[in-house]
């Protein structure tokens, strides 16, 4: 029997600073919180970060009326 917990493995971090999203045309926008973040608002934004079958993320984004929580990368 292999016993599975003695590897020595370190888990590789990825190092994102940032989270940029693309709008439709082609603007990129950068996740910025607000300071008065809502938990309602934290909610409707676990399926952006959490999960992956949202097949238009900035859509989704704009019909919840997250964008205040995104600033436009220059």
């Known amino acids: 029997m292999i016993?599975?917990?003695k590897k020595k493995e370190v888990p590789i971090v990825?190092?994102?600073k940032e989270v940029?999203?693309?709008d439709a045309?082609?603007?990129k926008w950068?996740?910025?919180p607000a300071k008065h973040i809502t938990a309602y608002e934290v909610a409707k934004l676990l399926p952006v970060f959490c999960l992956?079958?949202?097949s238009d993320i900035w859509k989704?984004?704009?019909d919840n009326n997250l964008t205040r929580h995104f600033?436009?990368?220059e």
């Open 71 to 73: 600033e436009k990368v």
């Open 20 to 22: 940029v999203f693309l």
């Open 3 to 5: 016993w599975f917990l």
């Open 25 to 27: 045309d082609g603007t």
């Open 30 to 32: 950068r996740y910025k």
């Open 52 to 54: 992956g079958f949202l």
């Open 60 to 62: 989704y984004i704009v």
């Open 14 to 16: 990825p190092d994102n």
